[in-house]
């Protein structure tokens, strides 16, 4: 079991970047195939980023390929997702969520395949 808990959320400008970190304590982090997901105001929580246990393979949302990068650091229970050029329709809370696996390589890209959520760290763009 682990507990997500994110930071580095905050107010930015269009085209400004920044990196949200979710650290999760646990001995086995390697275990754990780890996402971001964001909800805006008045819309559903929405996919992102998703990166296996291994951290070999990683996949994302169509509106933020080429711009959004998600890493993780297994030695330091942290995944990241850099995100380069926002623009205010990024604004959205983000959401770290967890997963146990014993497949080290899949992905999982829907709300109700993961377990374990962070409490969201707010991202605002202004224009």
């Known amino acids: 079991q682990v507990q997500p808990v994110e930071s580095g959320g905050g107010l930015v400008q269009a085209g400004d970047s920044l990196r949200l970190s979710c650290a999760a304590d646990?001995?086995?982090?390697?275990?754990?195939?780890m996402a971001w997901f964001r909800q805006a105001p008045g819309k559903e929580r929405g996919f992102v980023a998703a990166?296996?246990?291994?951290?070999?393979?990683?996949d994302y949302a169509d509106s933020v390929k080429g711009r959004f990068t998600i890493s993780r650091d297994n030695a330091k229970n942290t995944v990241y997702l850099q995100m380069n050029n926002l623009q205010p329709e990024d604004t959205a809370v983000y959401y770290c969520?967890?997963?146990?696996?014993?497949?080290?390589?899949?992905?999982?890209?829907?709300?109700?395949?993961?377990?374990?959520w962070g409490q969201g760290t707010q991202v605002t763009v202004s224009s």
């Open positions: 646990g001995r086995t982090f390697g275990s754990y195939a």
């Open positions: 990166i296996s246990g291994s951290g070999r393979r990683a």
């Open positions: 969520a967890a997963r146990f696996t014993y497949i080290s390589d899949k992905l999982y890209l829907t709300n109700a395949e993961y377990d374990y």
